[in-house]
């Protein structure tokens, strides 16, 4: 899979799957922008790319802030002159009951996991009508199939995404791009850490017990990495999927 002269947006690209895919990409040869709020450890993911020669970026970006959206869409074509693929991985979670769940952190879940998305599909999908060429690849869950306890607002959320990504790649396969979802269950990340920690604390449990729970559901008997993700998202990105589009796929290890 050959992505030689291919230019590629990761939002969230400075950590956990974001940057393994960003490193990915650029071991195939892509030159890449990393959209992050952190400019620091975006910096760091920059460095190491470009251990491998490869041109890449970092852009300072809130996604669910319209103007930060379309800054990191014209720097990338400022830097590069055209934008080839769209990675949305930014995305954040939290835990609550339903009785305690605020409307703040539901629209602050919805801003960035689903309003971020969109916006990010929305600036570069003229570029790629232009080009009349691109690959779309947005960040679902395989919470996005199913329902998840105490969180029903990220549950939510990425079911939005798996709407939007079968909606947009019918809309735009007229001009060869596609669009797909892909949908990880539970990974070795600071975010899946972060998750543990909260509904260990929701059930009154040791994290530990929540860890163990988790790796009893998946058939394979272990966590994902975020390098297989990766692996996925770079297939997605590549020629080799280009008969593909509107698809949601599961990377969980045979959990459904």
Known sequence: MNLK??????TGGNKGIGKAISIAFAKKGASVVIGARDIKTSQEVVREIMKFGNKCFSAKVDVSKSQEVKQMVDFTLEKFGRIDI??????????????????????????????????????????MIKQRKGKIINLSSTAGKRGSIFRTHYSASKFAVIGL???????????????NAVCPGDVQTNMLDKEVQLLAKLRNIPPDKV?????????????GKPEEIAELVLFLASSASDYITGEAINIAGGAS
Not at 5 to 10: F, G, H, Q
Not at 91 to 117: M, R
Not at 211 to 223: A, C, H, N
């Open 5 to 10: 002269d291919k230019v590629a947006i990761v």
């Open 165 to 179: 990504t079968k909606s947009l790649a019918i809309e735009l396969a007229p001009y060869g791009i596609n669009v």
């Open 86 to 127: 769209l990675v949305n991985n930014a995305g954040i979670i939290s835990a609550s009951p339903i009785t305690q769940l605020t409307e703040e952190e539901w629209d602050k879940l919805f801003a960035v996991n689903v309003k971020g998305t969109f916006l990010c599909c929305k600036y570069v999908t003229p570029i």
């Open 211 to 223: 860890r163990e729970k988790k790796i009893s559901s998946i058939p394979l008997g272990r966590l």
